[in-house]
């Protein structure tokens, strides 16, 4: 199934206002120009019919005076009309002469008005003429006269300022979406940003800072989730220092009690030719256990002075292959390999007794579990300001599911499940990197083997 990512809050904020604007302004602008067309449209009918029946009336009363033909046309001449529109008189069937606008007779008329005036029935109809305009054809009876009366009144002006109108709508409309979408973007970052301070706090807690705090709000309901939140943290920093002290005070009792049996053991080394064989081998295995725990309890009382913050880093500007070459010879690597990369930068920022920890891990942990360090590389990083150190060996490799875990504390790789160590030496690698502004990790070298690399400064942060 294909993941799904949903929209960021603040987006899904802001499209809930424009929505709500489009749609509500959208339904505001429908009902209100329908209102406004169908008032316009009325007053239109009604100005129409009060027309053409005064007109009617006239032309009714011209009847009663003078019933000729020539006495009616001029009567109608004498209308008022519209521009574009037009009158028709029909007298006993027939229309009189000259009463039609030039080109518009009673063809142009709607059907359904002229039948219901054949009934003789009064009334209106809007159509659209010959020309494509729309108008409004209003019918009367002259009674007691056969004779009926037309006018058409044009509506184009009244169309034009529908079309106004409609113009006029949308654009408000669009204007009201796009100010509601602003407000919702606005709304959504204020309502967004106490959300914003926790999410940061709660990052420089995992960084490390268990010190952060969030600061009181004026909003109650803001202000008991800062609440909430630092009473959180306090109980989080309480307990990860509780634990701490615990194991530094562990490691700390384990000293004296293991330096004593490291002393014992030892003296009874040094007596081994008096020990029966089947004894000695039970010391050789007394020896090692002692030795590793006394390594243990080490790293251990080291890894709680970084969790604690209890180290100084003492950065210097180093040669690093001078270094490593140092390093080297003290942890017995003297004829070790160091290749410098033509473009790599040989100087870094580092502190010497953190970058010995790490280096000298690295070629103890290629000893245990790689069959030995076959060189150490000083390569060009692609982050910059930085420098990659790295040993390889020859050995069986690190799984690809277990170069991460194998950096964590007392974990182990298949390859390493029976082999002799604290299962801290990575942990303390990784930590020590960390703490340098760098990073550590492993893969793959090329014709067989593992790199353990380790990304370093080159400038002060």
């Known amino acids: ?101 030039p080109g518009n007779g009673l063809d142009d008329l709607p059907n359904e008005l002229l039948v219901s005036m054949e009934a003789q029935i009064s009334g209106y109809q809007r159509f659209t003429g010959a020309d494509g305009d729309p108008y409004i054809a209003v019918g009367i009876r002259i009674e007691p006269f056969d004779a009926s009366y037309f006018e058409a009144f044009p509506l184009d002006t009244t169309e034009r300022t529908l079309q106004v109108l409609a113009t006029a709508l949308i654009v408000g409309s669009a204007l009201a979406t796009l100010v509601a979408t602003f407000f919702g973007w606005s709304t959504s970052r204020r309502m967004l940003r106490p959300l914003s301070r926790v999410a940061d706090a709660a990052a420089t807690i995992a960084a490390g800072n268990l010190d952060t705090r969030l600061e009181e709000e004026d909003d109650p309901d803001l202000n008991r989730l800062a609440g909430s939140f630092n009473d959180m943290a306090d109980a989080v920093q309480e307990r990860l220092e509780r634990e701490q002290r615990f194991a530094s005070d562990v490691s700390h009792e384990l000293r004296s009690p293991i330096t004593a049996l490291t002393a014992a053991v030892e003296v009874l080394d040094t007596k081994r030719s008096d020990i029966p064989e089947r004894t000695r081998q039970a010391l050789d295995v007394v020896v090692s256990q002692v030795r590793r725990f006394d390594a243990m309890v080490i790293d251990l009382l080291e890894l709680s002075r970084i969790d604690a913050g209890a180290t100084d880093i003492n950065l210097e500007d180093v040669d690093l292959a001078d270094l490593c070459d140092r390093v080297s010879q003290r942890y017995g690597y003297g004829d070790l390999p160091i290749e410098v990369h033509r473009r790599a930068k040989r100087r870094a920022m580092v502190d010497r007794v953190r970058f010995e920890r790490i280096l000298g891990n690295l070629l103890d942990n290629a000893t245990t579990h790689g069959g030995g360090p076959v060189r150490i590389t000083i390569e060009p990083s692609p982050v910059r300001r930085s420098v990659l150190m790295a040993v390889e060996d020859e050995g069986p490799g690190v799984a690809a599911s277990e170069r991460t875990r194998i950096f964590e504390r007392f974990a182990r790789g298949s390859a390493a499940r029976h082999r002799v160590g604290t299962g801290l030496g990575l942990a303390l690698v990784a930590e020590h990197a960390a703490a340098l502004g760098g990073e550590a990790w492993v893969e793959d070298r090329t014709g067989g083997g593992a790199r353990f690399v380790v990304r370093l400064p080159t400038e002060a942060p």
Request: aromatic share 6%; no cysteine.
């Open 1 to 101: 199934m294909a993941d799904r990512r949903s929209l960021r809050l603040s987006t899904r904020v802001t499209l809930f206002f424009a929505i709500t604007a489009l749609l509500g302004g959208g339904a505001l602008t429908i009902t209100t120009f329908l209102f406004a067309r169908q008032s316009l449209l009325d007053q239109r009918e009604t100005a129409a019919v009060d027309d053409a029946r005064a007109n009617a009336r006239f032309v009714k009363n011209e009847l009663e005076t003078d019933p000729e033909p020539d006495s009616v046309n001029r009567a109608v001449r004498e209308i008022e009309t519209d521009p574009d529109g037009w009158v028709i008189v029909l007298v006993d069937g027939r229309v009189v002469p000259s009463s039609t606008g």
